[in-house]
């Protein structure tokens, strides 16, 4: 397969990703009031650091195959349950949303994020592997901190859910 091939089927994933995302946000059909507009808040917040993640991620992605000159099966694959994780996070978005501080939804969002991160680490080493890419550090370093907060976040929102959550973005 061509890299830019694969590029386009990449980027349309996640452009249907962000879709979803945005469709499963839900304004209040029958009240128009303030207070209507306030009550959806946790559910626009999930949203906008989920949209935020994934624009990051994104970046991320392109940036690293910007550097690639080929790729290989094992790169195909590993792409694809990148993108199997990010399919999922509309779902638990959605589900973190309709109760931001309920631990079993905020655990499973860490988690789905959590997968994110890792595989998109998978993906990095595969894609340096396979090009033999040295100026990766930036990246690497970003990723690696993102999976940190994240990781710590898991135990952290057991104790502290109101605060945590606000970090599960980053």
């Given at each position: ?97 309709a109760d931001i501080f309920a631990r079993p939804s905020a655990?499973?969002?860490i988690i789905n994020v959590l997968l994110f991160n890792l ?52």
């Amino acid at each position: 397969m061509k890299k830019e091939r694969f590029e386009a089927f990449t980027d349309a994933v996640i452009a249907i990703i962000l879709t979803i995302l945005v469709l499963e946000l839900r304004l209040p059909e029958h009240n128009h009031s303030a207070q209507a507009l306030i009550a959806i808040l946790p559910q626009f917040a999930a949203y906008i650091m989920t949209f935020i993640f994934i624009a990051t991620m994104w970046v991320n992605h392109h940036f690293l195959f910007s550097q690639a000159q080929t790729i290989n099966n094992q790169i195909i694959w590993v792409n694809f349950i990148w993108l199997f994780v990010a399919s999922l996070l509309p779902a638990t978005t959605a589900w973190l949303g309709a109760d931001i501080f309920a631990r079993p939804s905020a655990i499973l969002y860490i988690i789905n994020v959590l997968l994110f991160n890792l595989t998109m680490a998978v993906l990095r080493r595969q894609v340096i592997a396979k090009n033999h890419i040295d100026n990766m550090y930036n990246l690497s370093h970003q990723e690696n901190l993102s999976f940190g907060i994240n990781v710590s976040n898991v135990s952290y929102y057991l104790v502290f859910p109101t605060i945590s959550i606000c970090w599960t973005g980053h």
